[in-house]
């Protein structure tokens, strides 16, 4: 079963900061947070990854909190394309790169 | 940008039948991946593959599957006698190393539909 906890879905107004929460309460620590994401049927979309320190790239922030018990993905300046199932993924180094996907947020981007 | 190429986009074969899923991963990749994500429901991992051997397959993986990599570009996913539950989207997936920066590299994915 998926080690995180997301709200099924948020709604976000169009060039407002998208901030999608995820709980990770049992997370150890050599596992990271990564985040993908699922637009329409498509294959899922790598987004951005974290063990401890806040991220940033093109795509978006990620912001872990200092017990990394949670974290939120941002996407600054949320546009249509950005409707999408969001899935936030904890993931030991040590696996064999099987990913455990939960059920994610929708994330409903509107005008 | 590379990207992971799925071919068919979308099959439709009667119960019973042997279907095989072709994917061509990125040219230097070495991990290799099949996920499975049935209409309205979460994405399932079925298997991981390196080094021509499976790494790890889930329980849905079972002796009707099997995976090869047979020239060194494809990497197949068999169904040897399709089942109505196996109707899904079928994505492959591939990464340079083992959970590269980037992750993995999906491609589009392969619809199955079994009559």
């Known amino acids: 079963d998926a080690k995180t906890t997301q709200p099924p879905s948020m709604d976000c107004a169009e060039g407002r900061a998208a901030n999608l929460p995820c709980n990770h309460s049992?997370?150890?620590?050599?596992?990271?947070v990564y985040w993908y994401r699922q637009i329409h049927s498509q294959g899922p979309q790598y987004i951005i990854h974290?063990?401890?320190n806040n991220e940033t790239n093109e795509m978006a922030s990620l912001i872990i909190t200092e017990d990394r018990k949670s974290s939120t993905l941002i996407l600054p300046h949320a546009t249509l394309r950005d409707t999408a199932v969001y899935y936030c993924?904890?993931?030991?180094?040590?696996?064999?790169?099987?990913?455990?996907f939960g059920q994610g947020t929708t994330l409903q981007v509107k005008p | 940008e590379p990207e992971v190429t799925q071919t068919p986009s979308h099959q439709v074969t009667q119960m019973g039948q042997e279907v095989i899923l072709r994917c061509v991963p990125i040219?230097?990749?070495?991990?290799f991946y099949w996920y499975r994500q049935i209409l309205g429901q979460k994405v399932e991992f079925l298997v991981s593959?390196?080094?021509?051997?499976?790494?790890?397959k889930s329980e849905i993986f079972d002796d009707q599957f099997s995976v090869e990599r047979p020239d060194g570009s494809n990497f197949t996913l068999k169904i040897r006698s399709t089942k109505l539950e196996d109707s899904a989207m079928y994505f492959c997936?591939?990464?340079?190393?083992?959970?590269?920066?980037?992750?993995?590299?999906f491609g589009s994915g392969t619809r199955l539909t079994v009559v």
């Open positions: 997936a591939s990464s340079e190393v083992l959970m590269a920066g980037n992750g993995y590299t």
């Open positions: 049992t997370i150890s620590g050599n596992e990271y």
């Open positions: 974290g063990l401890k």
């Open positions: 993924i904890v993931y030991q180094s040590s696996n064999t790169g099987k990913l455990i």
């Open positions: 040219s230097n990749h070495l991990y």
């Open positions: 593959f390196y080094n021509n051997e499976i790494s790890e």
